[in-house]
């Protein structure tokens, strides 16, 4: 594979001569040059002199750390990607260097292969074309719209993106149901260099528990009844590309501990094997649940939490960003029109508009599709007018547009707050008679999503 045009020069920082001979003879025989330093001062004079593709140094070096050199590099050579060697089984330094800046990091005693797939991951930086500022309307992800829009919140999104996707570290995603948290995984991976690789998505809130360790790890022939061959986890599936583990906080306990094991030994092992096995991934997570909460309940590992939460990426409310609802609007209705093959793009009224722009949106941009997706199968033309929208005050308004009985005088933030769920919970209960139980109708009824729903009612003790 040629990563460039000249001959790809690598600076190797290590105390340890074995360490140092053992990463040039590997790096020599990918056809990569090398220049060793056995301390901090000598490689920032190589740097200083030098141009490098790639730097690899050890945490702990004579006169610094390998995080003073993550700094120094960034510095002089800003866009070099810079993999910190640690001691084995020390995460906090792990950690540490990752949130640092460093692209990646390798265990001692160093794995070949392991360091290999390092390099390679990282040269592929070098190659890769920086991406556009503002991602392509017409890509066939079913909620690619979240990205559009150019308020600053939305700048900033895409700003991070970008500077994570050269990175490896462990990304935490948190931001509220509907916002498109899965999305934004998509794009981290898709800008960096595992974008030729698998994306592979597990809703861990979807999986029973009894069936977690099989459908992520995978089974050999004969490990339990109905074994009848072996069958590849979605953590083999995603080897050399990325793993994105939506809603992480639904994981049971048992699996946390495998979980925390995958991501500290880079390894899984399927049911009825003896033997682990290597595995190149790159773990995102998400959760519309506060995961520091969730430990502090003993819900959730604290270790594990430490791990997945290297960087915390927070994607916007819709609400938080109105300036884009009027083109996010535009764009949902051209996909639509694209969709539906409709001979012109439905168009939304004046009053239409400025109703969206003074909904709050509780489903957020989920909902906005949603809510333009039923107007237009139920308009009559290309015009779609406010009563199409069914913006009338319901689940999700700003308070004062809850027709609440008025408060009495004397009255508390907290009894406010019970009088209105009690109308919530009204709502709710009136709704799920109206649709004999059915929760997935009665959430299209209240137009909210199936989560908000479940939420709402796990919140008023209505399940």
């Given at each position: ?112 292969k392991v360091l290999r797939n390092l390099v390679n991951q990282a040269l592929k930086l070098t190659d890769r074309p920086q991406p556009q500022a503002a991602p392509e309307s017409t890509h066939s992800g079913e909620h690619r719209p979240l990205l559009i829009g150019e308020t600053t919140a939305m700048q900033r999104l895409r700003g ?304």
């Amino acid at each position: 594979m040629t990563h460039s045009k000249h001959q790809v020069r690598a600076l190797i920082v290590d105390d340890e001569a074995d360490i140092r001979e053992l990463i040039e003879i590997t790096l020599s025989r990918m056809a990569i040059e090398t220049v060793a330093a056995p301390d901090l001062a000598t490689a920032r004079t190589h740097l200083q002199r030098d141009s490098f593709d790639l730097c690899l140094t050890d945490m702990r070096l004579p006169d610094g750390s390998g995080i003073d050199l993550v700094r120094a590099l960034d510095a002089l050579q800003p866009g070099c990607p810079i993999a910190v060697i640690t001691a084995y089984g020390n995460a906090e330094t792990a950690v540490a260097s990752l949130k640092a800046g460093a692209f990646d990091f390798v265990a001692k005693p160093i794995d070949v292969k392991v360091l290999r797939n390092l390099v390679n991951q990282a040269l592929k930086l070098t190659d890769r074309p920086q991406p556009q500022a503002a991602p392509e309307s017409t890509h066939s992800g079913e909620h690619r719209p979240l990205l559009i829009g150019e308020t600053t919140a939305m700048q900033r999104l895409r700003g991070i993106i970008s500077k994570l996707a050269r990175s490896q570290a462990p990304i935490y995603i948190t931001g509220e149901s509907g916002t498109g948290k899965e999305l934004v995984a998509r794009s981290i991976h898709g800008e960096g260099p595992r974008a030729d690789a698998a994306f592979v998505p597990v809703n861990c809130g979807a999986i029973p528990a009894e069936l977690m360790e099989s459908e992520l790890f995978g089974y050999r022939k004969g490990a339990f009844t109905g074994a009848n061959s072996d069958r590849a986890g979605l953590v083999q599936q995603a080897n050399g590309g990325t793993l994105f583990l939506d809603e992480v906080a639904e994981l049971p306990l048992a699996m946390q501990v495998k979980l925390l094991r995958l991501l500290q030994e880079r390894t899984a092992r399927p049911i009825g094997d003896t033997v682990e096995h290597p595995v190149d991934i790159r773990i995102i997570s998400a959760t519309h649940r506060n995961l520091a909460q969730e430990v502090a309940k003993g819900r959730f590992r604290e270790d594990l939490f430490y791990r997945l939460n290297v960087i915390e990426v927070i994607v916007p409310p819709l609400r938080e960003r109105r300036a884009d609802i009027a083109l996010l609007a535009q764009m949902i209705l051209a996909r639509l029109a694209r969709q539906l093959q409709l001979a012109s793009v439905p168009q939304l009224a004046p009053a239409a508009m400025d109703a969206l722009l003074q909904y709050r949106f509780p489903g957020n941009v989920r909902e906005l599709e949603n809510m333009l997706e039923r107007a237009v199968t139920l308009s009559d033309g290309p015009l779609i007018s406010p009563e199409l929208l069914r913006l009338e005050p319901r689940l999700g308004q700003p308070e004062q547009d809850i027709q609440a009985p008025p408060p009495a005088a004397g009255t508390t933030a907290a009894d406010l707050e019970s009088q209105l769920q009690a109308v919530e919970r009204e709502r709710i209960r009136t709704a799920l008679q109206a649709n004999k139980y059915n929760k997935t109708q009665t959430a299209k009824a209240l137009g909210i999503t199936f989560r908000a729903l479940r939420y709402r009612m796990a919140k008023l003790g209505l399940e």
